[in-house]
C-alpha cells in the first residue's frame, strides 16, 4: 500500500400497471370437498378475494398448482423472465461489457408523493440516454391493494411501446425499522405476484397498522426476513434473480451499521448496496429560482429518537452532493469494504416532481388512501399549469445523475446480475463520458479484472491499476461543458469481520494517490503500480470538476444551502479487490 501522495499530472496516454380486489361473492363450485378457494381452479381468479388470489399466485409460482388463464408460466419451476430488450449485444472475448446507463429509483402517481404517469417518465428518460430504469412506487395499504397490478398495466404498455428501454417493474420499500429501499425482479408472469406478496408480509407501512406499537428489534427481524424472503425465491428458481438497494441511507440516520450488515448477511447476492449519492439534488437551488432551498437529497435532518446514536451531526447532510456513508474517506461504506463485503453504491433521481417542471399533481389529490375514493392508490394523470411550479426538487431520469452498468448482454437479467457484481460506476452532470477500470499484474497478457471483481495476487507481487477515462467534452443538460479537474485512488486493507457491527469507520482507508488531469480533453490513461503487495486490499475511484472542495482539503465539502448543484460534479466507482493467493 502507499502513502497518499501530492496531486499528480496526469502523463501517460491521451486521446483527442386491479387485481380485481373487489369484495365478490363467488359462486359455490365445490363438489362436497373441503377444498381451499385459492386451489380450486374451477372459481376463477376475478371471484378470489385478494388474500386467497396472492396465495393461488404463489403456489402457481411454486410450480405446486396448475396455470389457470394469466396465471405464472414455468419453466422447470422457474418463472420465465422476459429478459430482451433491443440489441443482443454481448461480451466481447477480451471481457469488455457494454455499458448502460440507468436509474433503479422513480415514483409515478402510483405514489402519494408522485404525480407523473409510467409513461411520461420512460419518454424522459430515453430523451436523456437512458437504457434501464425501475419504477419504485412507495409501499403502502393503498399501493399493495390495487397499484401493484395497475402500475404494471402502464409498465407492459412502455416496454411494447419502448422496445429498446428496458424497464422493470419494482417498489420503494419501507424496510422495518429502517428507511426506504429499492426491491425488484426481472420482468416475468409472476413480477406482480412478487412484488404484492412482499409488499403484503414485509413493507413497513402495510405492517404497522397492525402493530404499530412494534419495538425496534423486531422490525429490524421483519426488515432480515424480508431480504431472506427475497433470497429464497431466488435460491428455490420462483424468480430468476431479486436485487434490493437502500435508498438515502444517511438522510434521517436511521439505517445502523448492523442493520446494513445484517441485510447483507440475509443476502448477500440480493442486498448489494445503497445510494452512493441521493436523488432529489435540485432541491438545493434557492427559492428565488423555484427550488425547495433545502439539502441537496433533502438531506438537511437532525437526529431523532430513531436514529443510530453514533453517527455525528454531518452524517446528516451531502458532501458534494454523495450521501456522507459513501462520501466520507474511511466512513461507513468504507467500513464494509474493508470486512471484504461486496456492498456496491448507485446514483439516481428519486424522480417524484421536476424542478421548474409546469405539471402539478392530476385528480384525486388528498384521496390517495381513501378506500371510498375513484382515486385509491393513484393519481389522475398530471395537469400542466402553464407555468413554472416551484418548489420541486428534482430532476428526470438520468438528467442530472446515472449509474453506469457493465451488463454482459442488453437485457433485463444481464443488468440485474452485473448490478450484483458491482460492475457500476456513478455520476452527476455527466462529468465524464466513458470509464475503463482494470486491475493486472504487470505481465497480465489478458484484460485483467474490472469493477466489482476479485483479482488474485502472490504476496510480493506488483499490480497494476489502469484508469481510461473519456472526457465528456459536449454539452450537460446544463448547458455547460464539463472539464474533469482531478481523479483519486482510494484504497483500504482488507482486515476482516469487526467485533462490533456498528463499525462505521475504516481509519487505514485513505487517497493513495491524486492525478492532476486538469488539461486533458478527450480520453485519457492513468496508471498506478501498488510495489511488493503484501495485505488484501480494495482500490475505488473518484473523480471531480474541482469547484467546490473543502477548504484546504481535496476532501468534498459539506454542501451549503443553498447550491447550485451544476457547480459540485463528481463520479464515484465501485472498488475492484485484490486478494493474497
Known sequence: MCDHEAPQTAALHTHGDNHGHENHSHTDHSDGNDVSPEVDLSIPDKELPPTALSRRRFLQAAGALGVAGSGAML????????????SPATT?????????????HIHT?????????????????????IDWMVITDHGSVAHQKVSVARTNADVLKSRAAFPDMMVFQGLEWNIPGA??????????????LMLDLFEANYDGAVLRPDNPKADSVSLERKAVEGVHWLAEQVRLKRVPAALFLANHPAR???DSPHEIRAWNNAGPNVAIGFEGAPGHQAAAFPKSLGGAEAGR???????????????????YRTFGGFDWMTAKVGGLWDSLLAEGRRWWITVNSDSHSIYRDTFKRGAGDGKYADPTSPYFGAYGDP???GAPVSGNGDFWPGW????????????????????????????????????????????????????????LARSGDDVVLTMKITVNGAMNNNGNVNALKRVDVITGPITGAPKDMDVFLAPETVVTKSFDVTAITGEVTLMHTFKDVRRPFYVRLRGTDGRAAATGSIEPRLDPVPVDPWTDLWFYTNPIFIELG
Not at 303 to 309: E, K, N, Q, V
Open 383 to 385: 395537469i400542466d399549469t
Open 109 to 129: 402517481q402510483y405514489s402519494p408523493d408522485g404525480q407523473y404517469t409510467v409513461d411520461q417518465h420512460v419518454t424522459q428518460a430515453k430523451r436523456n440516454s
Open 252 to 254: 434521517r440516520g436511521v
Open 297 to 315: 437529497g433533502f438531506y438537511d435532518n437532525t437526529p431523532s429518537i430513531d436514529s443510530f446514536p453514533g453517527y455525528p451531526l454531518e452524517s
Open 179 to 192: 428507511e426506504h429501499g429499492t426491491v425488484f425482479f426481472p420482468p416475468s408472469d409472476v413480477e406482480v
Open 92 to 104: 466481447t472475448a477480451d471481457g469488455n461489457y457494454v455499458w448502460l446507463s440507468g436509474d433503479h
Open 400 to 455: 442530472y445523475g446515472r449509474t453506469v452498468v457493465g451488463a454482459a448482454r442488453r437485457d433485463y437479467l444481464s443488468v440485474m446480475q452485473a448490478m450484483g457484481k458491482g460492475r457500476m460506476w456513478v455520476m452527476h452532470g455527466d462529468l465524464i463520458k466513458a470509464l475503463d477500470v482494470r486491475v493486472t499484474g504487470t505481465s497480465a497478457a489478458n484484460g485483467g479484472v474490472t469493477l466489482g471483481g476479485t483479482y
Open 75 to 86: 419453466i422447470g419451476g422457474q418463472a420465465a423472465a422476459q429478459t430482451s430488450a433491443a
